[in-house]
């Protein structure tokens, strides 16, 4: 009896994390291989040296499958950075003949004119989300297939990205010797590890600070509404901490993550941090408390600018699920009262639960997208496992990439 394996590949500008997750006949997502490894080639989660990247990846790769014992074909990769757009569309059908049942061809047509949107030739669409249909003036379905009417109309939600950034990534992964199943946008990949439905039910802002990104994701009515990249994350952190210390990149990091915090008050004005466990050869001291200064004043403008995209989304103060904070840069202690006080709104930690095997390992913030990436592959892959014959089995091999997807939004 063979369990169906999927692979997540989330290329980050600080790290490469590559996961193995096997789903089981009881339906259990064991993650079999983790492999991890120092990301190159990349500046604010744009490739800018393709075989550094590669490199990386293969590296990362290699790692997962010798803890793993699986050969990795395959894999979900996850797509960031600044070139990311977003708009909402709306596409309508008439239903022919008149008033009958409407059916999965009608969707598809109808999601067909949504995304018939004009975009530059140097843009292309990564994601069409159905957020909900409207049958007849009648708003707020889920699902129409079934339902009788005369006129079909879908909303939308379009994510867009630069041509040469798509496929420059593509490049990448398949230069490391590995297909790509499907391309996901991070945040949608994080919000799939780490919010509940009745989250984005109520309305959630869902905020990713990596190291060279921070991605924000806002939903309600239990569908995607606005999806941002900002060129703002985890690095720019720490190049103010090597900047006002004057100390190298490396060391400035190592600063952050073990002495780093966002409250000053918190720390005791004799707080001193002993640069020579750092650096042999210097015996400087540096007071903890000024640190913290450099952190929060740039963890401030960072919300300060998710604050802003909220905003622009119309949805501020409309948010009662408040904000889940995740990411790498969300492990940072006092951030998370730092944001809800900036965004005004109740916050948590987004962390993925509910996997087996090496998830223990794997339960951080910084981890929430490549388990979200697996996560996606369940939800969205055409693939299905079949209990009568206890093998995978496949419901789309001849499907295209767009088919499969629109596949796992219709029963």
């Known amino acids: ?72 074909t395959t894999a979900y990769v996850g797509i960031a950075g600044s070139h990311i757009e977003s708009e909402n569309s709306k596409g309508f059908v008439a239903i022919t003949p008149s008033h009958r049942d409407i059916v999965q061809n009608d969707i598809c047509r109808a999601i067909e004119v949504a995304r018939a949107i004009a975009i530059p030739a140097n843009r292309e669409i990564i994601h069409v989300i159905p957020r909900g249909y409207v049958v007849d003036g009648q708003e707020g379905i889920k699902n129409p297939i079934g339902m009788s009417g005369f006129r079909l109309e879908v909303e939308t939600h379009i994510v867009t990205g630069s041509v040469s950034s798509i496929h420059n990534l593509i490049k990448c992964v ?34 990713d600070v990596g190291g060279g990104t921070t991605d924000i994701a806002i939903y309600t009515d239990g569908a995607i509404w606005h999806t941002v990249v900002l060129p703002i994350g985890g690095n720019l952190i720490t190049s103010d901490i090597a900047i006002g210390l004057r100390l190298p990149f490396a060391v400035a990091e190592e600063l952050k993550v073990t002495y780093g915090h966002c409250d000053p008050s918190a720390i005791d004005d004799d707080d001193m941090i002993d640069l020579a466990q750092f650096m042999p050869d210097c015996n400087d001291l540096v007071p903890r408390k000024l640190l913290a200064e450099i952190i929060q004043a740039r963890v401030e403008e960072l919300f300060e600018m998710v604050h802003d995209e909220i905003k622009k989304s119309g949805y501020d103060g409309l948010l009662p ?65 079949d209990e009568e014959e206890g093998q995978q089995a496949d419901r789309g091999t001849m499907l295209s990439r767009i088919g499969r997807w629109l596949r796992s939004f219709i029963p």
């Open 1 to 72: 009896m063979q369990e169906r394996v999927i692979v997540g590949i989330d290329v980050g500008t600080t790290k490469v994390c590559v996961l193995v997750g096997e789903l089981d006949r009881d339906g259990k997502l064991n993650i079999v291989g983790v492999g991890t490894c120092p990301s190159q080639g990349l500046r604010r989660g744009v490739v800018v040296n393709i075989e550094e990247t590669v490199t990386s990846i293969a590296a990362a790769i290699d790692r997962a499958e010798r803890l793993s014992g699986k050969h990795i």
């Open 174 to 207: 398949q230069k490391a010797h590995v297909e790509i199943e499907d391309l996901v946008l991070e945040p949608l990949a994080s919000g799939e590890a780490v919010l509940a439905d009745g989250e984005t039910d109520l309305g959630v802002v869902l905020v």
């Open 321 to 385: 699920a408040g904000l889940v904070l995740t990411g790498g840069t969300a492990e940072l202690p006092g951030i998370l009262e730092l944001a809800g006080q900036i965004l005004d709104l109740p916050a948590r930690i987004g962390v993925p639960l509910g996997l087996h095997g090496l998830a223990d390992s794997i339960c951080r913030p910084a981890y929430a997208t490549a388990v979200g990436l697996l996560l996606w592959g369940l939800t969205h892959s055409s693939l299905t496992y």
